[in-house]
């Protein structure tokens, strides 16, 4: 299951799991479209393993600044709190879980 990450709560998401993948993502963009459904099926294979949200780049204006995200879909990946690495562009499932792999 997704998380939806707001502003509100995105440290608290990261501080409650060991490790996060972060889809930032906007609702006009095309490959961001087409990377959600791939999100999805991660998010529903790593259950309970890697916590998974997805972030509108135009409503945490904030994090993007703070992450440095200037294209989307921009995938993130943490562990304990800390960026350990990121995917930028619509990309293979297997690139995806590829990085979580690394991080379990």
Known sequence: MEINITEQNFDEVLNANPVVMVDFSATWCGPCKALAPIVEEVATEYEGRCAVGKADVEE???????????????VLFFKNGELKDKSVGLVQKSTLTDKINALL
């Open 60 to 74: 945490c204006p904030a994090i993007a600044a703070r992450y440095r995200i200037r294209n989307v879909p921009t």
